[in-house]
């Protein structure tokens, strides 16, 4: 087939080849790039169209992975639009590989080498933490390389622990999803248990659950934003997809009841504790980082409640949201010279930071999950769904983060939208794109559209 | 054998000296290489399996050396500590192996060590002596890992070193220490 072998290319051969060309190209060939952005754009619109034709499971892989070449192929073309990043070649080069072990662990199915994926994306990683190069992002980029390879080492005690669970009575031992969820009943329950609880905690170190998330507001503040929204983006749906696919395996074994519940009071604490800690925030991505937080507690009851469609749903949102107000946030930085909320004022006032602060107040309500933005949509069904399961207590607790989340950020952002605009002493000469964040916020509109309004689409 | 690696894990954690840590870090290590041989000679004689001892022989070998070049290099002997005395943390990590048991003791001891360190080598060295105890606790809890699990272990290991060393260096040109428990700089 034609299509499979351009995919192929693509896929194997053309990204990486461009990622290197990117750092090693010198001379009139420095430029070049710059086609990587466009080039991420070419390959989402094709996995777009392999996933239309593809079956349940592998279209649940194919949307997320779509998903994570669109986050980067967005951030990739703010960037070059905004000239905002001080090494340009270097993130081109990082993102696009970091592009390769993300598809691996969308696509592979098998426990061991989605670890493997997950293992390698962390370390390509931490180069996009590490953009700035400064004190700060030094200290943040330690901060992140050291608690997430703790994280991603318990990760692989888990998998080991769950691969020796299915040797038990002299079986062959299995990593394969489609048999773990069938050997999982004859399996050694200790060693299962053990290996649920140290994928919990390892892959649930890496996309923040509470309390492990001390990573994720400095490395995420302190690298630029297009780094840091390809790390809430396209990074952090891949450790949702790993959890997800572990739960998935449990969900077929005798104790679920306990394992759905311990994800579920894991994800409200988080999005408790991260909806308090954005209260008092000082920092501009430092709120968008408590946000992911509060986002990853959510993800976790939708974990728990095992439906396809719904977890993908959440994924979706957060990654659109997320990654338009990071891009946003990258604007608002450039123009006022400062991340701190306290110097962050009249954005409306001023003609340059109008449309940014526009769209940042649009963002702000579709990352908070006001209708008519998708996140209305699925966080509307994940609470039907646990009021229908008789779920109350994780239910209102749930309510009660989003009520706290909503005031807090509200009374932020709405700070920064108003007042007198201070301009820092050196005027960024800089131009300021708003172009890819409206789009995300729009494909956001629609999404939640097509969830309030159905009949009023397909006209 | 898997008891020595576990002692010399306690004994790491009772010095406050760089290099016999990074010494007794490579005894355990070899150690755990012997275990895995011998599990080779007594089980599976699988290819597979004498691989990985390779591998993990060159683990024992190879990062204690060039630990020892960069911390010549940085200029570090001693690590003075954080959060807990080391006499302390040491009667800790015995208590540590006494409760939790084999390979277990090894990785929670392999945290205990990242909390009592305040030098980015120390942390390192801390997070070696973790994925040592998942290691021992892939032989002898599994028959034939896949492969790919260990090389993507190891592979996680050696680049880890290397880019924690880069990042030391780095830590020590513009920190001019290499005491990561006083990063302040961002935080709540």
């Known amino acids: 087939m034609p299509e499979a072998i351009v995919t192929q290319i693509l896929h194997f051969y053309l990204l990486p080849l461009i990622a290197a060309l990117t750092l090693a190209a010198g001379g009139k060939a420095k430029s070049m790039y710059r086609i990587g952005g466009p080039l991420m754009g070419i390959q989402s619109i094709f996995l777009l ?6 079956g349940d499971m592998a279209k649940m892989s194919l949307i997320l992975l779509f998903v994570a070449s669109a986050v980067i192929a967005a951030s990739l073309v703010h960037a070059e639009l905004t000239g905002i990043m001080t090494r340009p070649r270097e993130f081109h080069a990082l993102a696009i590989l970091l592009y390769f072990p993300l598809s691996a662990a969308y696509l592979s199915n098998n426990l061991g080498y989605l670890w493997f994926a ?6 390509v990683s931490a180069g996009l933490v590490y953009m700035h190069r400064d004190k700060r992002a030094l200290e943040a980029t330690w901060k992140y390389f050291i608690i997430c390879s703790v994280g991603v080492a318990l990760a692989l005690l888990g998998t080991i622990s769950i691969f020796a669970s299915t040797q038990a009575g002299g079986e062959v031992g299995t990593m394969s999803f489609s048999a773990l969820k069938s050997s999982i009943l004859a399996s050694d329950p200790d060693l299962a248990a053990l290996g649920f609880v140290m994928c919990l905690v390892g892959y649930g170190t890496k996309c923040g659950i509470f309390p492990l998330h001390g990573w994720m507001p400095d ?3 302190e690298s630029e934003a297009p780094a840091a929204a390809i790390l809430s983006g396209a990074f952090s749906p891949a450790i949702f997809f790993a959890l997800y696919r572990v739960a998935e395996v449990f969900a077929a074994g005798p104790r679920w009841a306990l394992y759905s519940q311990i994800l579920m009071w894991i994800g409200v604490a988080t999005s408790l504790l991260a909806s308090i800690f954005l209260v008092r925030q000082y920092g501009l991505k430092r709120l968008w980082a408590y946000s992911s937080i509060e986002n990853t507690g959510l993800v976790m009851v939708a974990i728990s409640l095992q439906i396809p469609s719904l977890f993908v749903l959440q994924c979706l949102n957060h990654s659109l949201n997320k990654v338009a107000v990071f891009l946003l946030s990258g604007n608002v930085i450039d123009i006022i010279g400062s991340k701190k909320l306290s110097r962050i004022h009249g954005l409306l006032a001023d003609d340059r930071a109008r449309p940014t602060g526009i769209l940042l107040a649009a963002g702000a309500l579709a990352v908070l999950g006001a209708p008519p933005f998708g996140s209305f949509a699925s966080e509307w069904m994940i609470f039907a769904r646990l009021a229908k399961s008789g779920e109350y207590a994780v239910l209102t607790l749930s309510l009660l983060s989003l009520v706290i989340a909503f005031i807090a950020i509200a009374t932020h952002v709405s700070s920064m939208l108003f007042g007198y605009l201070k301009h820092s002493e050196h005027r960024s000469p800089r131009r300021v794109s708003v172009a890819v964040p409206v789009c995300l916020l729009l494909l956001s509109l629609l999404l939640g ?11 | ?26 005894l ?9 041989i ?14 990985i001892s390779l591998l993990v022989m060159g683990k024992a070998v190879l990062i204690p050396i060039y630990l020892r070049w960069l911390s010549d290099r940085l200029e570090v002997k001693e690590d003075p500590g954080h959060f807990l005395p080391m006499p302390l943390a040491m009667h800790l990590s015995i208590v540590v192996l006494a409760v939790a048991g084999m390979p277990f003791s090894i990785c929670l001891n392999g945290i205990l060590f990242m909390l009592t360190r305040c030098l980015a080598i120390g942390q390192i060295l801390g997070f070696l002596t973790l994925e040592n105890g998942v290691a021992l606790f892939a032989v002898n809890q599994t028959r034939q890992m ?15 070193v290397m880019l924690g060393g880069t990042f030391a260096h780095r830590i020590k040109k513009s920190f001019e220490h290499l005491d990561v428990s006083s990063f302040k700089e961002v935080q709540d």
């Open chain 2, 146 to 160: 896949p492969m790919i699990i260990e090389m993507g272990a190891s592979l996680d290991v050696f680049a880890l």
């Open chain 2, 28 to 36: 355990s290590t070899f150690l755990v290489a012997i275990v895995s």
């Open chain 1, 118 to 123: 997950i293992e390698t994306a962390t370390l």
């Open chain 1, 219 to 221: 490395a995420y503040s």
């Open chain 1, 49 to 54: 169209w392999q996933a239309s034709t593809a």
């Open chain 1, 449 to 459: 559209l097509s969830y309030c309004f159905p009949e009023a689409l397909k006209l």
């Open chain 2, 1 to 26: 054998m898997s008891v020595a690696a576990a002692v010399c894990v306690v004994l790491m954690m009772g010095t406050s000296r760089l290099q016999r840590a990074i010494f007794f870090y490579g």
């Open chain 2, 38 to 51: 011998s599990h080779f000679f007594a089980h599976d004689k699988s290819p597979i399996t004498f691989a």
